[in-house]
């Protein structure tokens, strides 16, 4: 099939439907109609790219939008510049400039002293932004698709996350510039897709190492929820909307009073009569929002709710420590949050 010439119409009817519900989702639930936009797509040459960069393709050449693709090689396997050459012949075979790089991951994780795998996500997404800029793209693509997701959501419960941001990766970054249009799509239905459109795909041998918390999670853990629960990827999906709604909804919530919040330094305060008017979901949020506003450390969730309690039981002069050597202080204005100077406090 020549994929250049390839239109939507020449899908079969699924394969058609099965792309027009990919833009529909982008465009009800992200609110982003990207078929219309300059579009940058990050393609491995795994499945789950491949499908999004023809199906970029198709939607923008239905409603006038465009796409360029970026590879980055990682040089984490022997073979892996054949992914930039399959990569590269798909873009051609489609009429799509590339935009290829080989980078040292394993070097990089070296010298920041972090994993494999953080050091490969912040160089990918430094390298789609700097592409992005150069080319003038309105938007960037990036595959993570409804199995993904399940998989964060997992990871995010082992990790402690709370709630709403226990529902998994969000569908859009606007900040970043960055869409997940398959955030939503099984794995399995983009492998139909790319078979009924004769297009083959790269498997990544490094997907199927056990030695990461993530493939563990991909290969035991996710089928056995699966084995248990056959709808459980539905699952995951309702639990993303139920996640995104009550995020929008309490954002909206905090937005509204903080601007009766003290936020300036060297003393912020969360005044009493916002905290006596405020359920405990936006008390704690209201917490949170002024603790970060005070400098870098992450307010956990235990002290958040010890600091909730104390303030319920009006123990004034009582007070917690928070990371970033931040003190939050029950008084009977409110909560007072404040950055403690250890050179004074050591005295």
């Known amino acids: 099939m020549d994929k250049k010439a390839l239109r939507l119409q020449d899908l079969p009817p699924r394969a058609a439907r099965f792309c027009l519900g990919i833009g529909a989702f982008a465009t009800r639930e992200l609110e982003r109609d990207f078929p219309t936009l300059r579009c940058l797509v ?14 970029a393709h198709l939607l923008c050449q239905a409603k006038g939008g465009s796409v360029i693709a970026a590879h980055l090689d990682h ?25 290829t790089e080989r980078q040292d991951i394993a070097a990089q994780a070296r010298t920041a002293g972090t994993g494999l795998e953080e050091a490969g996500r912040v ?3 430094e390298f789609l932004e700097r592409i992005r800029q150069q080319t003038g793209a309105d938007i960037i693509l990036v595959a993570h698709q409804l199995n993904d997701l399940a998989e ?5 419960l082992m990790r402690g996350t709370g709630w709403p941001a226990l529902g998994g990766m969000g569908g859009a970054d606007p900040a970043r510039f960055l869409l997940r249009p398959l955030l939503l799509s099984p794995r399995k239905d983009l492998e139909n897709f790319l078979k009924i459109s004769r297009q083959p795909w790269r498997d990544d041998p490094s997907n199927f190492d056990r030695a990461t918390t993530r493939n563990r999670v ?57 905290l006596h008017a405020s359920p405990a979901p936006l008390r704690l949020r209201l917490c949170k929002a002024v603790l970060e506003a005070a400098g870098p450390g992450q307010p956990l969730c235990d002290a958040l709710l010890r600091l909730d309690e104390l303030w319920l039981k009006r123990a004034t002069g009582k007070s917690v420590r928070f990371p970033g050597d931040k003190e939050a202080r029950i008084t009977r204005s409110g909560i007072a949050v404040q950055v403690i100077d250890r050179k004074k406090e050591c005295g």
């Open 152 to 156: 964060d959501q997992l990871l995010r």
């Open 75 to 99: 040089s984490l396997r022997q073979d892996s510049p054949n992914d930039a050459r399959f990569v590269a012949e798909l873009c051609q075979g489609l009429g799509i400039a590339v935009h």
């Open 42 to 55: 990050a393609c491995s040459g795994g499945a789950d790219s491949t499908a999004l960069l023809l199906i």
């Open 218 to 274: 991909r290969h035991d853990i996710l089928p056995e929820l699966l084995r248990n629960n056959p709808c459980y990827l539905d699952s995951a999906a309702r639990l993303w909307r139920q996640a995104r709604m009550d995020a929008t909804h309490w954002d909206q919530a905090l937005a509204d009073v903080l601007p009766r919040v003290v936020l300036a330094p060297p003393q912020r305060l969360i005044p009493a009569d916002v």
């Open 123 to 125: 160089a990918r997404y």
